[in-house]
């Protein structure tokens, strides 16, 4: 299912060896466990106008904790951060953001994420290509 999001309950019931209820009734208990957590599209970036992904490393002044929820809070609510990842090391956050072009990324730098209260550095690399994307956990 995670390669086949549309693949019918038949085709999966016939692929795993089950009949088509056990199929559908295991696949409901994947939901309810949480092991399944949504049925999404997913987009061509660059049919979609997205020519640019950039990985944005943030540092924050302190580390209060009233400064980190408004930090997490504020990047919740930027549709163009796909990801936000605390981190170690010399940065505290890794978002990776989708952006249209180049002024998007100065708007955005400038006017979404340097406003933020607590930002202290803002890092930016831009994604040249893409090497392996994947949505797919690594089970067997």
Known sequence: MQHEGRISNADLARKIGLSPPASHARTRRLEE???????????DKEKAGFDMVCFVMVSLSM???????????????IPEVLE????????????????????????FVIE???????????????????????????IK
Do not use: M, W
């Open 33 to 43: 466990a949480g092991y399944i957590q949504q049925f999404v599209a997913l987009l």
């Open 63 to 77: 580390h209060k904790t009233q400064q980190v929820q408004d930090f997490r809070q504020a990047v919740q609510d």
């Open 84 to 107: 936000c990842h605390h981190i170690t090391g010399e940065y505290d956050y890794l978002l990776k953001v989708i952006i249209r072009n180049r002024k998007d990324l100065e708007q």
């Open 112 to 138: 979404r994420l340097t406003p933020i209260p607590g930002v202290a550095r803002i890092h930016t690399s831009l994604v040249l290509s893409e090497v392996k994307t994947t949505t797919a956990l690594p």
